[in-house]
C-alpha cells in the first residue's frame, strides 16, 4: 500500500472510531472532536474563556467549551438546539436585526472566542456548496471583527477551494496569525477545512 492510500485509509478509520467514540462520551455530534482537535492544536479555548457560537446546533460544540471551562457562552441557530449547561441559545438567523446585541448581552461583556460551524445545505455541486460556506464564514468573520475583545480568536468552517482569498485577507488584517487546518475527525472524502484565526488586534 502507498503511502497516500495509506493515510486515506487511517483517516477513514480514524473518523470511523470518533463516531463511536462520540456517541460513547455522550456528545450530540462528531463535530466535538474536531473542536477538540482544533484545541489541542491551537489552544483556543481558555479557561474562563467567553464565547458565542454560530450555528451552533446540535450543540457538540457547546458541551466541548463547557467542559474546557468557559466561563459563559451563547449560541444561535436557525435549527432549535436543546440546552447546554447554562448557554444561552437563540433560534434565530445571526443576520437577522438585534441577533448581535442579544448574544452580546447574554454573556455581559465581549466574547474572548467567536466559533463558526455554519455551512450552507449542500446542492451537490462542488463550487456551489464552497461558495455559499465561504460566504457564511465571512459573514462569521465579520461578526468576530466587530464585536471581538483584543487579543480574541476566531474559528470557522470552510470548504476547500479557490473563492477564499477574501476572507483570509479580511482576517490577515485583523489578526496576528491566520492559519487553514484540516482535523482528523474531519471525514476523508469532506472538503472541510477550518480556519484559525488568533491575537485579534482590536
Known sequence: MDDARRAHTDRVIAAALRDRQSREAGYRARAAYKLLEIDEKFKILKRGSRIIDLGCAPGGWLQVAFEKGAARIAGVDLLPVEPVGEAVIFMGDIAEPGMTDKLIRALGEKPSLVLSDMAANTSGHKQTDHIRTVGLAELGAQFAI??????????????QGGAQGDLLELLKANF?????????????????TFVIARGFRG
Open 146 to 159: 466587530e464585536n471581538l475583545a483584543k487579543n480574541g480568536a476566531f474559528v470557522a468552517k470552510v470548504f
Open 176 to 192: 496576528d496569525e491566520v492559519r487553514h487546518w484540516k482535523p482528523p475527525a474531519s471525514r476523508p472524502e469532506s472538503p472541510e
